[in-house]
């Protein structure tokens, strides 16, 4: 009986899944500041394989991402790797917009090559010019178009994410944040 029972257990393993699925809801984003810091913008890894994100984040010849990286620049966007053959069109990365307030984040946009962020732009289009190895993560220097931020508005924007302790802004930032605001009432 107990020999029939191991043989039939072993019978089940080769069916059980290798590695669960990402599952990325609201709840999986929080305070910017709360992921690692890497250069300019922050990572974490909702797998629990933080190392892994950080060695390919610190290569200096890019390299693939592993499942379940969060990479965030800004608060309100994000981009989280899923299993590999999830959506070969992005890489297997899935792109978010997302409304942050203190309290609560509301998942306004999610999805591949479709998605566009709040100012009608789309997140791949822009992503995709970066050279091959770097994994569609543009940073400043990976091929893409800048982004009509400068470096001081987006350290003011990761410093005022209403979900994070406040923290102080210096002149320049907060100035860059001024003038930030008012080019987005002119638009
Ligand atoms: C107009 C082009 C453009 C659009 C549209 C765009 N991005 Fe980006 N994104 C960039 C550039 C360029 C950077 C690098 C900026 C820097 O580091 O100075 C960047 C940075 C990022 C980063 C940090 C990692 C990296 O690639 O450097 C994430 C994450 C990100 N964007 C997600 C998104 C998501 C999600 C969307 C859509 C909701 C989106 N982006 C839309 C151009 C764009």
Redesign the pocket.
């Known amino acids: 009986m107990k020999h029939l029972m191991i043989a039939f257990m072993a019978a089940l393993l080769p069916v059980l899944p290798v590695s669960a699925e990402v599952s990325v809801s609201a709840d999986s984003f929080g305070c910017i500041r709360d992921l690692t810091p890497v250069?300019?913008?922050f990572v974490g890894n909702l797998k629990g394989d933080l190392e892994a994100t950080l060695k390919v984040a610190h290569s200096d010849n890019g390299g693939r991402y592993p499942p379940g990286s969060v990479?965030?620049?800004?608060p309100?966007?994000?981009?989280v790797k899923h299993e590999q053959g999830f959506n070969p069109a992005t890489n297997d990365w899935e792109?978010?917009?997302i409304a942050v307030s203190a309290d609560k984040n509301e998942i306004l946009?999610r999805g591949f090559t479709e998605?566009?962020?709040?100012?009608g732009?789309?997140?791949?289009?822009?992503?995709v010019?970066?050279d091959k190895q770097?994994d569609?993560?543009?940073?400043?220097d990976?091929g893409?178009?800048?982004?009509?931020?400068t470096?001081t508005m987006?350290r003011g924007i990761q410093k005022t994410d209403p979900r994070c302790e406040p923290q102080a802004l210096s002149d320049e930032e907060q100035a860059a944040l001024q003038q930030l605001q008012s080019l987005l009432e002119k638009n």
Do not use: S, Y
């Open positions: 250069r300019g913008f990479v965030q620049l800004v309100t966007e994000a981009m792109f978010f917009d946009a998605v566009n962020n709040r100012f732009r789309n997140c791949f289009a822009c992503h010019q970066a770097w569609l993560i543009c940073e400043n990976h893409c178009a800048p982004l009509a931020l470096e987006i």
